[in-house]
T-cell receptor, first 113, second 110 residues
Framework: DAGVIQSPRHEVTEMGQEVTLRCKPI?????LFWYRQTMMRGLELLIYFNNNVPIDDSGMPEDRFSAKMPNASFSTLKIQPSEPRDSAVYFC???????????FGEGSRLTVL | GQQVMQIPQYQHVQEGEDFTTYCNSS?????IQWYKQRPGGHPVFLIQ?????EVKKQKRLTFQFGEAKKNSSLHITATQTTDVGTYFCAGASGTYKYIFGTGTRLKVLA
């Protein structure tokens, strides 16, 4: 299996621009998670889906952030408009079950200037 | 909300020395997982503990879940340079949302 695939791996953008991060989970995994990692705040859970339905989005920082999962093999995390404080590594992870092992993608490193 | 703290934040050891990181949750956990993240990499699953007082071993790594299910530890015997990285615990409570600990960054000096 190819594992969790994320794109882009690196994104540099200017403040105010829209950013879209993409994730393809492992086939057959019913759970998909979006995490954000920074030095100051560590690994934060932003949102997770079960069978394409958002279950808990309490970690989404503010309305500028939105996430969708239109089908079982694709999810997006969108930031509009982006701000410098959004600079971080964004990880997508998938899991077979609610309490199972998390398989992480390689991450998308976002820099907002 | 639920908080998961790890100590120490950093640890430098000489190759061959032992290493231990401790994880403490503000709430009782249903289970706990441990992950390793190499520099520049992504977290990789190591193990999951479910039962109170559970101890599991993987070669030189020993994982323990506290009796009250609010703390856990990871012990590495005779560290090697390949052990370098950041070790995270991730605890799940009633909502089964995994909250990651603050991490312990291990550096092994050859």
């Amino acid at each position: 299996d190819a594992g969790v695939i994320q794109s882009p791996r690196h994104e540099v953008t200017e403040m105010g621009q829209e950013v879209t991060l993409r994730c393809k989970p492992i086939s057959g995994h019913d759970y998909l998670f979006w995490y954000r990692q920074t030095m100051m705040r560590g690994l934060e859970l932003l949102i997770y889906f079960n069978n394409n339905v958002p279950i808990d989005d309490s970690g989404m920082p503010e309305d500028r952030f939105s996430a969708k999962m239109p089908n079982a093999s694709f999810s997006t995390l969108k930031i509009q408009p982006s701000e410098p404080r959004d600079s971080a590594v964004y990880f997508c992870a998938s899991s077979l079950s609610r309490t199972g092992e998390l398989f992480f993608g390689e991450g998308s490193r976002l820099t907002v200037l | 909300g639920q908080q998961v703290m790890q100590i120490p934040q950093y640890q430098h050891v000489q190759e061959g020395e032992d290493f231990t990181t401790y994880c403490n949750s503000s709430t009782t956990l249903s289970n706990i997982q441990w992950y390793k993240q190499r520099p520049g990499g992504h977290p990789v699953f190591l193990i999951q503990l479910v039962k109170s007082g559970e101890v599991k071993k993987q070669k030189r790594l020993t994982f323990q879940f506290g009796e009250a299910k609010k703390n856990s530890s990871l012990h590495i015997t005779a560290t090697q340079t390949t052990d370098v990285g950041t070790y995270f615990c991730a605890g799940a409570s009633g909502t089964y949302k995994y909250i990651f600990g603050t991490g312990t960054r291990l550096k092994v000096l050859a």
